[in-house]
Protein backbone atom coordinates (compact mmCIF):
# COMPACT_ATOMS: atom_id res chain seq x y z
CA UNK A 1 0.00 0.00 0.00
CA UNK A 2 1.40 3.62 -1.29
CA UNK A 3 -0.70 5.45 1.69
CA UNK A 4 -1.23 5.57 5.14
CA UNK A 5 -4.87 5.35 6.25
CA UNK A 6 -5.53 5.46 10.02
CA UNK A 7 -8.99 5.98 11.77
CA UNK A 8 -8.44 5.84 15.43
CA UNK A 9 -10.60 7.40 18.28
CA UNK A 10 -9.90 7.87 21.78
CA UNK A 11 -11.64 8.53 24.79
CA UNK A 12 -9.61 10.51 27.32
CA UNK A 13 -9.92 11.02 30.79
CA UNK A 14 -7.69 12.88 33.13
CA UNK A 15 -8.27 14.61 36.09
CA UNK A 16 -6.96 17.80 37.90
CA UNK A 17 -4.05 16.97 40.48
CA UNK A 18 -5.75 16.25 43.71
CA UNK A 19 -8.90 16.30 42.25
CA UNK A 20 -9.35 19.86 43.10
CA UNK A 21 -12.38 22.00 41.91
CA UNK A 22 -10.31 24.17 39.66
CA UNK A 23 -12.16 24.24 36.01
CA UNK A 24 -15.02 26.53 36.50
CA UNK A 25 -18.37 27.15 34.38
CA UNK A 26 -16.74 30.56 33.82
CA UNK A 27 -13.54 28.95 32.53
CA UNK A 28 -15.10 25.79 30.84
CA UNK A 29 -16.33 26.42 27.40
CA UNK A 30 -12.95 28.54 26.83
CA UNK A 31 -10.81 26.04 27.75
CA UNK A 32 -12.51 23.10 25.53
CA UNK A 33 -12.16 25.48 22.85
CA UNK A 34 -8.63 26.06 23.38
CA UNK A 35 -8.11 22.22 23.84
CA UNK A 36 -10.07 21.86 20.85
CA UNK A 37 -7.14 24.46 19.07
CA UNK A 38 -4.40 22.26 20.17
CA UNK A 39 -5.98 19.19 19.13
CA UNK A 40 -6.27 20.11 15.59
CA UNK A 41 -2.83 21.85 15.54
CA UNK A 42 -1.63 17.95 16.14
CA UNK A 43 -3.97 16.76 13.21
CA UNK A 44 -5.85 14.89 15.94
CA UNK A 45 -9.44 16.47 15.74
CA UNK A 46 -12.04 16.51 18.61
CA UNK A 47 -15.48 15.27 18.44
CA UNK A 48 -16.49 16.24 21.47
CA UNK A 49 -14.96 17.69 24.87
CA UNK A 50 -16.57 18.23 28.48
CA UNK A 51 -15.73 18.57 31.67
CA UNK A 52 -16.33 18.59 35.18
CA UNK A 53 -14.79 20.86 37.91
CA UNK A 54 -12.15 17.83 38.57
CA UNK A 55 -11.49 16.24 35.43
CA UNK A 56 -11.99 15.93 31.33
CA UNK A 57 -13.51 14.02 29.38
CA UNK A 58 -12.09 14.11 25.59
CA UNK A 59 -13.05 12.26 22.34
CA UNK A 60 -11.15 13.10 19.46
CA UNK A 61 -9.52 11.09 16.28
CA UNK A 62 -5.93 10.22 16.90
CA UNK A 63 -3.40 11.94 14.01
CA UNK A 64 -1.78 8.78 11.89
CA UNK A 65 1.86 11.25 12.05
CA UNK A 66 1.25 12.14 15.76
CA UNK A 67 1.81 8.88 19.04
CA UNK A 68 -1.04 9.21 21.50
CA UNK A 69 1.46 9.89 24.58
CA UNK A 70 2.64 13.10 22.63
CA UNK A 71 -0.47 14.15 22.05
CA UNK A 72 -1.85 13.75 24.86
CA UNK A 73 1.48 15.44 26.75
CA UNK A 74 1.16 18.66 24.61
CA UNK A 75 -2.99 18.81 25.41
CA UNK A 76 -1.85 18.45 28.99
CA UNK A 77 0.98 20.76 29.14
CA UNK A 78 -0.40 23.63 26.93
CA UNK A 79 -3.97 23.68 28.58
CA UNK A 80 -2.34 23.87 31.75
CA UNK A 81 -0.38 26.97 30.90
CA UNK A 82 -3.16 28.48 29.90
CA UNK A 83 -5.11 27.52 32.61
CA UNK A 84 -2.53 29.17 35.05
CA UNK A 85 -2.43 32.24 32.57
CA UNK A 86 -6.66 32.67 33.03
CA UNK A 87 -5.51 33.09 36.94
CA UNK A 88 -5.41 29.79 38.22
CA UNK A 89 -1.56 29.36 39.35
CA UNK A 90 -1.99 26.66 41.20
CA UNK A 91 -3.77 24.24 38.36
CA UNK A 92 -1.93 21.29 37.44
CA UNK A 93 -3.43 18.26 35.73
CA UNK A 94 -2.63 14.89 37.28
CA UNK A 95 -0.08 12.72 36.43
CA UNK A 96 -1.76 9.81 34.69
CA UNK A 97 -4.52 9.68 31.84
CA UNK A 98 -7.02 7.03 30.71
CA UNK A 99 -7.52 6.51 27.16
CA UNK A 100 -9.44 4.16 25.35
CA UNK A 101 -10.27 3.37 21.88
CA UNK A 102 -13.54 3.73 20.10
CA UNK A 103 -15.26 2.00 17.36
CA UNK A 104 -17.32 4.01 14.83
CA UNK A 105 -20.02 2.37 15.32
CA UNK A 106 -20.48 3.68 19.17
CA UNK A 107 -18.88 6.88 18.22
CA UNK A 108 -21.99 8.69 18.85
CA UNK A 109 -23.50 6.79 22.01
CA UNK A 110 -19.88 8.12 23.49
CA UNK A 111 -19.99 11.87 22.25
CA UNK A 112 -23.88 11.44 24.08
CA UNK A 113 -22.22 9.98 27.25
CA UNK A 114 -19.31 12.77 27.00
CA UNK A 115 -21.94 15.77 26.60
CA UNK A 116 -24.22 14.57 29.89
CA UNK A 117 -21.20 14.24 32.05
CA UNK A 118 -22.54 17.07 34.67
CA UNK A 119 -26.01 14.83 34.97
CA UNK A 120 -23.88 12.08 35.05
CA UNK A 121 -21.72 12.95 37.99
CA UNK A 122 -25.06 14.17 40.09
CA UNK A 123 -24.77 10.04 40.66
CA UNK A 124 -21.42 8.35 39.95
CA UNK A 125 -17.79 9.98 41.09
CA UNK A 126 -15.06 10.12 39.42
CA UNK A 127 -13.16 7.27 40.85
CA UNK A 128 -16.07 5.15 40.77
CA UNK A 129 -16.28 6.06 36.55
CA UNK A 130 -13.01 5.57 36.12
CA UNK A 131 -12.75 2.23 37.46
CA UNK A 132 -15.86 1.01 35.65
CA UNK A 133 -13.90 1.98 32.70
CA UNK A 134 -10.94 -0.25 33.81
CA UNK A 135 -13.25 -3.05 33.82
CA UNK A 136 -14.77 -2.33 31.23
CA UNK A 137 -11.83 -2.12 29.05
CA UNK A 138 -9.84 -5.13 31.23
CA UNK A 139 -7.06 -2.54 31.87
CA UNK A 140 -4.87 -5.10 34.24
CA UNK A 141 -2.02 -2.86 34.46
CA UNK A 142 -3.60 -0.24 36.33
CA UNK A 143 -1.88 1.36 39.01
CA UNK A 144 -3.96 3.29 41.46
CA UNK A 145 -0.99 6.05 42.53
CA UNK A 146 -1.12 7.68 39.11
CA UNK A 147 -4.94 8.36 39.33
CA UNK A 148 -5.61 9.48 42.53
CA UNK A 149 -2.26 11.37 43.31
Same mark, same amino acid.
Given at each position: MGQSLS? /? *??? /?? =?? !??GREPHITSELEKEMHGYIAGILKNMESPSIKINSVPDHIHILFRLSKNYALAKVVEEVKKSSSKWMKDKGILEFTWQIGYGAFSVSSSVLQNVAKYIERQKEHHNTVDYKNELESF??? *? $?VIE &? $? !? !? &? =???
Open positions: Q /L *YVH /LI =FG !TKMSK *Y $D &Y $D !T !T &Y =FWS
